[in-house]
């Protein structure tokens, strides 16, 4: 069953969540709870690998990890000390059990298994590459790209091959990988995708977020360096570096919305970070009024710092239910534009001849405002000012990040004006750029060199896009429309 909400289009939408486990009895039991904690992170299929030393056992399946991975027969077939898991998004592409991660090979030197989180930029060209050298593909996955890659590299040992596998690709990823030898765990060399470590006694732990590592009682260890290969063989912790260094450009949009506020990315607190941007909207786009109103649940963080720095009392003046799954949305247009008050409804006794601040984390198609913008006036609202904690979306993605296409992003269409029209709010403004760079702690967005990726807002985009160049157009990124992670 696909549970995800159907009234999530108007959110950037992280495709995946990766957590390994090295050295603990029932590894998959553990590698589960993991990626409950990751689930946010993708809501249409999961799957666990496990090494019991001698065999990889595998299961994947369509829906969430809680009704596949909590019964005890699936997780007695997964034995071994050694596993990694992954939840995944699938975009406008087909959602296919072949798709599911972690994705599996008989190698020359062994099994080898791969959960990845991020996007391969190069990856058409590769495959085109493979396919007329012979390779044949069994996923429409750019992560089997990399394993095609490993399987044909000239060099000998299995971890050279991995690196001259990696030295091939463009783009964004986040691997934990399973071989016969020991599990290894990286990042690109721009870090754009998270990836942290932890440890659990003697266990070592590997996940998109520090969250996971919590639910699993670990500890936090420290982040996988942008460019860095963890590799862990027998209990033992060995670190490298083939790559180059450069300057990290983790994806800002971690900060804004991926992440559970929760968890710590480099540093900070996620939670600490969205009330920080919810002030700086506050100084930057006043604007009178009675009530400051979070859309759920995402827009509740920076809410908070709006109505702490405003002076303006914070209310929750839209109730969500946590009960709508896809399967229970019949399609309809009808059906569909009543469908958003199964996810969202007005508080009527709260807001009816109120002035209200709407805060939300970001607008893409702009589909779920007008509809939320429209509940509200419905219930009685005087007046509604829509304030965004991040900057207008006016960019594809290419990292990893499911985006529509830049036709379809409100921002990339219409200026600030018609998008107030579009939505039919009294006003509308967004955090600018500076203003985000300043709730991460720093002065501004650096010109030549920002910290951060943030290629969604301003088009700068930190890596070569061969594919996106060669082909021109977001809609023939079949590859792309159809990956996992």
């Given at each position: ?261 929760d968890s710590i990315v480099d540093d900070q607190s996620i939670y600490s970070v969205r009330k920080n941007i919810g002030a700086q909207l506050a100084i930057e786009a006043p604007v009178e009024a009675d009530l400051v109103i979070p859309v759920p649940d995402s827009g509740v963080p920076a ?183």
């Open positions: 069953m696909l549970t995800t909400h159907p009234f999530d289009d108007d959110h950037l939408r992280e495709e995946c969540g990766i957590f390994g486990v090295s050295g603990a009895e029932g590894a998959a039991a553990l590698v589960a709870l993991g990626l409950h904690a990751l689930q946010h992170r993708g809501q249409e299929a999961a799957g666990i690998s496990t090494f019991d030393g001698v065999q990889f056992h595998t299961h994947r399946a369509m829906g969430h990890v809680a009704g596949n991975f909590d019964r005890d027969e699936i997780i007695r077939a997964l034995p071994g000390n050694v596993a990694a898991g992954h939840v995944r998004y699938s975009t406008t592409g087909e959602t296919a059990l072949r798709n599911v991660q972690p994705l599996y090979a008989d190698l020359a030197s062994g099994g080898f298994a791969v959960a990845h989180n991020g996007n391969i930029s190069n990856a058409l060209r590769l495959k085109r590459d493979l396919v007329r050298s012979g390779s044949i593909f069994q996923s429409t996955s750019d992560t089997e790209v990399i394993i095609h890659l490993v399987a044909t590299s000239s060099y000998r040992s299995l971890l050279d091959k991995f690196i001259d596998a990696l030295k091939r690709v463009e783009g964004a990823y986040s691997l934990i990988c399973m071989t016969p030898e020991g599990m290894i765990a990286c990042r690109d060399p721009l870090g754009i995708r998270p990836l942290v470590m932890g440890r659990l006694g003697e266990t070592i732990i590997f996940a998109s977020e520090t969250v996971a590592l919590d639910v699993v009682g670990a500890e936090f260890e420290r982040a996988v360096d942008p460019g860095e290969l963890v590799i862990v063989q027998d209990g033992k912790v060995r670190s490298i570096r083939p790559f180059k260094p450069v300057a990290p450009r983790p994806c800002i949009f971690e900060h804004v919305y991926f992440s559970r506020p809410a908070i710092g709006y109505a702490q720095q405003s002076g303006i009392p914070f209310e929750l003046g839209i109730i969500r239910s946590h009960y709508v799954g896809r399967t229970f949305i019949q399609p309809g247009d009808k059906v569909r534009h009543l469908g958003v008050k199964l996810k969202h409804n007005a508080n009527r006794a709260l807001i009816q001849g109120k002035r209200v601040i709407l805060i939300d984390d970001s607008i893409v198609r702009g589909t779920t405002s007008l509809k939320i913008v429209q509940m509200m006036r419905e219930a009685g609202a005087a007046e509604i000012h829509m304030r965004i904690a991040s900057p207008p979306t006016r960019h594809s993605c290419f990292y990893g990040v499911d985006t529509p296409e830049r036709a379809k992003l409100l921002a990339a269409k219409m200026d600030v004006g018609g998008m107030t029209d579009f939505i039919h709010a009294d006003s509308l403004a967004f955090v600018s750029i500076d203003g985000l760079y300043k709730a991460l702690g720093e002065a501004k967005r650096a010109d030549i060199r920002p910290s951060h990726c943030d290629a969604c807002f301003t088009g700068d985009y930190p890596t070569t896009l061969t594919d996106q160049d060669e082909l021109g157009q977001v809609e023939q990124f079949s590859m792309l429309e159809e990956r996992v992670g």
